[in-house]
C-alpha cells in the first residue's frame, strides 16, 4: 500500500500533516506529532504586525497617534499577546529542526508588500525546510478593487520568492472574485504550493456590553466541501502542489480531498481535539479503506474527481446548482 506523496518537491511518506497551529509550539508534542507518524509539519504563523512592531519607523508611527483616541488602544494586539516574538520565532525553528527528522515548514502571516518579507530568508537560514505564506486580507477598505488586491498579493509572493531558495506555498482564503485564474497567475509567478483554504474566525457581538467578541470554533468534516472544490478546480491545471486545510478529519476525508487532487491533507482542529495520536488512527484507517476498494496507492487516485475529468467542468458546476435548487425539499 502505497501512502507516499509529493509537496512541494519534498517525497512525503503519507499526506498527513499537521497545519500551523500551536500544537508546533510545544517541542514535545512536536515530538509526538513526529511519533504518531507525521509526515512533516507545519509551524505557527509569524505575523507581519509582530515584525513590523519591532522596526524603528513603525514604532514611530504608533506612538505618534495610538493615544489620540482611546480606541486606538485596542486596534492591535499587546506585545504579550504574541507567544512568540520575532527573534523567539527564528530559534524555535532551529529546536524544533533538532527536535525532528521530518520536514519543517515555517509560516509568515501578512497582508503587505514590505521589509517584513526579509524575514522570509531568515526562516530558511534557520533550518525551514519550505516556507507557507498565509496571504490574509480582510478586503473591507472601500477604496481598494479586488484587482489591486490580486495585485499586492502578487507582488508580495515575487517578493518572497526572491528572498528564498527552499520552496514557497502560499495559503489562500476562498473570496478571491476569480478564484481559479489567480490561481493560475500565482503558479506562474513561482509559487511552488497553494494551500486551501486559510479558515477566518469571524467576530461576535456582545449587545449588551458593546464589545467585540473574539470567538473560535474547530472546524468539522462540513467544512470540507469548500476546499474539495477549490482543489478539483485547480488539479492536474497548475504546476504548483496541492494541499487541503481546514475540515479534515477522518480517513474519508483523506480520500475525497487526494480524488480531487491533493497532494497534502493538513489537520489541527482534529489533532487539537483527539490529540496527535489521531494521526495515526487516520492512517490506519487510510490504509484499510484503500485496501478494501483495491486502490494500490494514493497517486492513481488522486484528482480522478477533479474538473479536469470532466468534459465541461463549467455545466457541470452550473447544472449541479440548479439540480440542488430545483430538487430540495423541506425536511
Not at 522596526?55 to 514611530?60: G, K
Not at 497553494?194 to 473574539?214: G, S, T
Not at 496527535?276 to 492512517?283: E, I, K
Request: hydrophobic share 40%.
Amino acid at each position: 500500500m502505497d501512502l507516499s506523496t509529493n509537496y512541494l518537491g519534498i517525497r512525503l511518506a503519507h499526506p498527513l500533516v499537521p497545519g500551523a497551529s500551536p500544537l508546533a509550539d510545544d517541542l514535545d508534542i512536536v515530538k509526538q506529532l513526529e511519533d504518531a507518524g507525521a509526515a512533516a509539519i507545519v509551524l505557527r504563523s509569524l505575523f507581519e504586525e509582530q515584525i513590523t512592531r519591532e522596526q524603528e519607523a513603525m514604532h514611530h508611527h504608533w506612538g505618534s497617534h495610538d493615544h489620540a483616541f482611546a480606541e486606538a488602544l485596542t486596534f492591535f494586539p499587546s506585545a504579550d499577546t504574541f507567544v512568540l516574538g520575532p527573534d523567539e520565532y527564528l530559534n524555535h525553528v532551529q529546536r524544533v529542526k533538532q527536535t525532528v527528522q521530518i520536514p519543517v515548514i515555517g509560516s509568515l502571516n501578512g497582508m503587505t508588500p514590505g521589509g517584513w518579507l526579509s524575514y522570509a530568508r531568515m526562516i530558511e537560514q534557520a533550518g525551514a525546510d519550505a516556507l507557507e505564506l498565509n496571504v490574509y486580507h480582510a478586503s473591507t477598505d472601500v477604496e481598494t478593487s479586488g484587482s489591486e488586491v490580486e495585485r499586492q498579493t502578487l507582488e508580495m509572493i515575487r517578493q518572497v520568492k526572491r528572498e528564498l531558495k527552499i520552496p514557497l506555498a502560499v495559503k489562500l482564503s476562498p473570496y478571491f472574485t476569480a478564484f481559479a485564474h489567480f490561481a493560475c497567475q500565482l503558479d506562474m509567478a513561482g509559487t511552488d504550493g497553494l494551500v486551501l483554504f486559510n479558515r477566518y474566525y469571524d467576530p461576535d457581538i456582545d449587545v449588551e456590553e458593546l464589545n467585540v467578541l473574539r470567538t473560535l470554533q474547530l472546524s468539522d468534516s462540513s467544512e470540507l466541501p469548500l476546499r474539495l472544490r477549490g482543489i478539483a478546480a485547480l488539479a492536474g491545471r497548475i504546476k504548483a502542489s496541492l494541499a487541503v486545510t481546514g475540515g479534515v478529519h477522518t480517513a474519508l476525508d483523506v480520500v475525497k480531498a487526494t480524488m480531487a487532487g491533493a497532494h497534502v491533507t493538513q489537520m489541527v482542529s482534529a489533532l487539537l481535539k483527539n490529540g496527535p495520536g489521531h494521526l495515526n488512527q487516520v492512517r490506519s484507517d487510510l490504509e484499510t479503506w484503500m485496501e478494501k476498494n483495491e486502490w494500490p496507492s494514493l497517486d492513481d487516485m488522486r484528482g480522478n474527481m477533479s474538473q479536469e475529468r470532466i468534459p465541461n467542468p463549467q455545466i457541470y458546476d452550473r447544472a449541479n446548482y440548479m439540480m440542488m435548487l430545483q430538487t430540495w425539499e423541506r425536511p
